[in-house]
T-cell receptor, first 114, second 117 residues
Framework: EPEVTQTPSHQVTQMGQEVILRCVPI?????FYWYRQILGQKVEFLVS????????KSEIFDDQFSVERPDGSNFTLKIRSTKLEDSAMYFC????????????FGPGTRLTVT | AQKITQTQPGMFVQEKEAVTLDCTYD???????LFWYKQPSSGEMIFLIY??????QNATEGRYSLNFQKARKSANLVISASQLGDSAMYFC??????????????FGSGTRLSIRP
């Protein structure tokens, strides 16, 4: 069964460093998303991406965040200068359509900023 | 305004019993989708079940069923014959349509379900 994959599973970085989180969505999906979950809290939407551009972003997704689809398979989230409060689980998701379709989540990348 | 409300932060259930996890939602759009996800201690988000707002019948997937009461704006998850492996965090979520872009999912705060042997 096709699935969303994410690498790395765990990333430890120092405050102020840049990190890139990688995702490979399901191959025939056209809509891509990033969510994050701070430990013990609910899952929060960060950004959606379609047709090589951002469709929607939350207030969390400020100038230090960026997304890219560098080739036909990868979807990346870059955090330019990490802060302690960026420590969270980051989930990538993809869906076939933008409407009432299921979003399939990857296993997540746990980012720890020290 | 909070869109998804899960009022049970934690529940304990005896193995093999049925369990209902509550979820209420708020939206003014007639077209929306409702989801339940399971998050075990390992952290991944596992899609369980989906209900569209125009679906006439309640969704079922194996031991999972969604008790959809549109007028009450509730979408409770029912797990029949619970198993030890059902112990996890369960999130109710909603997706409103966005006709010009990819619509996001909004999550509730979750219910931690613990199954007792």
């Amino acid at each position: 069964e096709p699935e969303v994959t994410q690498t790395p599973s765990h990333q430890v970085t120092q405050m102020g460093q840049e990190v890139i989180l990688r995702c490979v969505p399901i191959s025939n999906h056209l809509y891509f998303y990033w969510y994050r979950q701070i430990l013990g809290q609910k899952v929060e939407f960060l950004v959606s991406f379609y047709n090589n551009e951002i469709s929607e972003k939350s207030e969390i997704f400020d100038d230090q965040f960026s997304v890219e689809r560098p080739d036909g398979s990868n979807f990346t989230l870059k955090i330019r200068s990490t802060k302690l409060e960026d420590s969270a689980m980051y989930f990538c998701a993809s869906s076939e359509g933008g409407g009432p379709y299921e979003q399939y989540f990857g296993p997540g990348t746990r980012l720890t900023v020290t | 305004a909070q869109k998804i409300t899960q009022t049970q932060p934690g529940m304990f259930v005896q193995e093999k019993e049925a369990v209902t996890l509550d979820c209420t939602y708020d939206t003014s759009d007639p077209s929306y989708g409702l989801f339940w996800y399971k998050q075990p201690s390992s952290g991944e988000m596992i899609f369980l079940i989906y209900q569209g707002s125009y679906d006439q019948q309640n969704a079922t997937e194996g031991r999972y069923s969604l008790n959809f009461q549109k007028a009450r704006k509730s979408a409770n998850l029912v797990i029949s014959a619970s198993q030890l492996g059902d112990s996890a965090m369960y999130f109710c979520a909603m997706r409103e349509p966005s006709y010009s872009s990819a619509s996001k999912i909004i999550f509730g705060s979750g219910t931690r379900l613990s199954i007792r042997p």
